[in-house]
């Protein structure tokens, strides 16, 4: 008989993580009975235990690949165990690892858990994964050729309940009858009950003894608690404060995980307020790290339980501000994090709710900064949402809401450089909103403001890590305008140093991931438009940096749609058009499919910065198919652009407006790039890639 390292692999989407906790516990605390261990069942010797079983992404170190992670593991487990739910059956990665099982080891020794949903009801509420109720392909495609779905337990209270879904479990991983099971679990928790109420009169006969012990005892362990609270305080604030600034990641990651070893053994619901208030602030912590070193899944885990923390504080005390407000800190993460990780749904109803909380805030004490400056935070968040939906009149509203508030507080004390970095980061969210509208002159005259605010913050203080940061988000923005305006010596001017600036970062402190992504994007950027300007050498240069610094990223978090899917293929645009250029036309079209590939994957079609990349990727493989001498691949991939193009002229960027008036151009299509000429000269566009366009010969 085979061996293998894990019993089972447990497979299912992050939303049923609870789930997946609960069945992990469920299945590698389950003891067999005595009188079945080691008798002959359908699989072979009946064994003692049920362990151990894969954690799935969890278990595996952080530079590891996901496909040879996961691979690995399901070769070396017995069983696959898939927890069914609406979520499951849309995750690609549920979907993948059964494929892989099926194709690899043997369909009957899939089980499935059955969570939420409704088993073969073919719409939302569907929750058997296709690859688990349909034949799969040799290489791993799903078909339409349905099978019988495999052994399923129900752990809903409607079906078979946790325990019984349980023991279902177990009979088929150990290959015993099911009532055998059942009535031995029966018979053992009968025998556990009487042990119990003769242990608890025991107990409560030697307790009555140790009462008075206790007592002399108590005084001596309440001094000793406060001297140990009053440390963890020390570590989490004044400590906290000293090591943030200067980029200490591994001292801030043993602050946090001290603190929360020390609670550990500890019960929440013994806690007193206080000491839930610090297990939330060393679960932020942990949070905090966990997403800068590029775990976001172990930071989301983190902030879910920092705001189950923080939620029953304020659940104690509903109408206490400081509740209020560490509670919006809780769920504020929870919503940072699952947008990082590509989930705009959950991101944008936790920044709802964080904008709830502080406009609760504001209501109950209107003259508090502290309060007034979280509606500015709030505001820029849902602002950010808006903008990733093109919707960028509102996105500035709420943008120019929350400067507004930031610049009032930032006035009142000019000496503090915290508030002068907020006013600073609330002006550039409103330059961006105002450059996605395509207004130049105010979008600049604000990114400027923003840069020399940075500049003054760094003159009193050289090691601020954000205000370094900032310098380039604001370089970045005035190189993107100056662009738009054909000003190419002052827009790679501004670009290089803010790529400069993300590589002292970087090499300043290499772990943290946000530098890492900040330079790969900001090298993109000035790769684009190196091109757009004729230099070739310094696009390429950035191409070369930047493609080793994303592969560290997507190898420490696979999961992170920015770094695996939106900068992979802004990357990929960038090597399209350098293979292009220079007559690598095979080349060109293989990396222009895989950008494809992955710009399919992206679950929000709505982004038009996103659009414009698959719609210059689409546009250039049309022009390499037509040099190949097809035709009408040329023309369907010009087609694919009019679609991601959709839309009033009048209410589209000139950057897809851009995209639009090249497809139809090539096309042969007069009528329709004529109107949209006038609408982009009627702008005053004259980005470089327009004016490119017009003195094109087709």
Not at 316 to 322: L, Y
Not at 370 to 380: F, G, H, K, N, T
Not at 582 to 611: F, N, V
Not at 658 to 686: E, F, H, K, S
Request: charged share 25%; glycine share 8%; net charge neutral.
């Amino acid at each position: 008989m085979a061996e293998f390292r894990y019993k089972a692999f447990v497979s299912y989407s992050w939303s049923d993580a609870k789930w997946g906790k609960w069945l992990l516990h469920a299945i590698e605390t389950y003891r067999t009975p005595g009188a079945l261990i080691g008798k002959d069942g359908q699989l072979g010797p009946v064994p003692a235990r049920l362990h151990p079983l894969f954690k799935d992404r969890e278990e595996e170190a952080a530079g590891a690949s996901i496909g040879q992670a996961v691979e690995h593991a399901l070769e070396n487990s017995e069983f696959l165990i898939v927890i069914c739910s609406p979520r499951s059956a849309q995750s690609k990665w549920v979907n993948r690892e059964l494929a892989w099982f099926k194709t690899h080891r043997d369909p009957a020794k899939i089980l499935a858990l059955i969570v939420d949903g409704t088993p073969g009801s073919g719409d939302e509420h569907e929750c058997f994964p296709a690859a688990l109720t349909h034949r799969v392909a040799p290489d791993m495609r799903v078909t339409d050729e349905p099978v019988d779905a495999p052994l399923a337990a129900d752990a809903r209270i409607s079906g078979d309940g946790k325990r019984r879904a349980r023991l279902k479990l177990a009979a088929a991983m150990l290959g015993v009858g099911l009532d055998e099971l059942v009535n031995r679990d029966d018979r053992r928790r009968t025998v556990r009950t009487r042990l119990m109420v003769g242990a608890s009169l025991a107990l409560a006969t030697v307790m009555s003894g140790l009462a008075w012990a206790a007592v002399v005892a108590r005084d001596e362990a309440d001094r000793q608690r406060a001297e140990s609270d009053g440390l963890v305080e020390f570590m989490l604030t004044d400590l906290r404060e000293k090591l943030e600034p200067v980029g200490r990641l591994d001292a801030l990651d043993v602050v946090g995980q001290r603190a929360l070893k020390y609670y550990a053994g500890q019960q929440a619901g013994s806690l007193d307020a206080d000491s839930l208030g610090r297990r939330s602030r060393a679960l932020h912590l942990v949070g905090e790290v966990s997403n800068i070193r590029g775990d976001s899944a172990a930071g989301l885990g983190a902030f879910r339980q920092a705001a189950a923390t923080t939620g029953e504080l304020l659940a104690r005390d509903p109408g206490n501000p400081q509740r209020i407000f560490d509670h919006a800190q809780s769920v504020y993460w929870v919503g940072y994090t699952a947008y990082e990780r590509g989930e705009p749904k959950e991101a944008e109803a936790q920044f709802r709710e964080y904008k709830r909380l502080a406009d609760r805030l504001v209501a109950i004490d209107p003259g508090n900064t502290d309060w007034q400056l979280e509606v500015s935070y709030a505001d820029s968040n849902l602002g950010t949402l808006l903008l990733g939906q093109g919707r960028y009149g509102e996105a500035e509203q709420s943008f120019a809401n929350a400067q507004r508030i930031a610049e009032a507080i930032a006035a009142k004390d000019p000496a503090d450089l915290t508030k002068q970095i907020d006013m600073a980061q609330a002006i550039s969210w409103t330059a961006f909103a105002l450059e996605r509208q395509e207004k130049i002159e105010p979008a600049l005259a604000l990114y400027g403001r923003e840069h020399a605010i940075y500049v003054a913050v760094l003159a009193k203080d050289p090691g601020n890590t954000t205000a370094r940061s900032g310098t380039g988000t604001a370089l970045i923005g005035i190189g993107r305008l100056e662009t738009m305006r054909g000003n190419g010596a002052k827009a790679l001017s501004a670009m290089q140093k803010a790529v400069d600036g993300s590589i002292a970062l970087r090499s300043a402190e290499p772990g943290n991931t946000l530098w890492t992504q900040y330079e790969v994007k900001r090298r993109y950027e000035l790769g684009i438009a190196a091109l757009l300007f004729g230099r070739i050498d310094l696009a390429r240069q950035q191409l070369s940096a930047a493609r080793p610094l994303l592969g560290g990223l997507i190898a420490k978090d696979p999961t992170n749609d920015i770094w695996n899917l939106d900068l992979a293929a802004q990357l990929d645009e960038l090597e399209v058009r350098l293979l292009a250029g220079s007559g690598r036309h095979g080349e060109a079209i293989i990396r222009a499919d895989h950008a494809i590939a992955l710009l399919g994957q992206r679950k929000d079609s709505t982004d038009p910065m996103m659009r414009a990349v698959y719609a210059s990727v689409l546009l250039v493989r049309g022009d390499m198919h037509l040099r190949a001498g097809q035709r009408a691949l040329a023309r369907e991939d010009w087609r694919s652009v009019d679609r991601l193009t959709a839309g009033a002229d009048a209410d589209l960027p000139s950057s897809l407006l851009t995209l639009r008036y090249a497809a139809a151009r090539r096309q042969g299509n007069a009528a329709a790039a004529a109107p949209i000429r006038q609408v982009l000269d009627r702008r005053g566009w004259r980005h470089p890639a327009y004016l490119r366009e017009l003195r094109q010969v087709y």
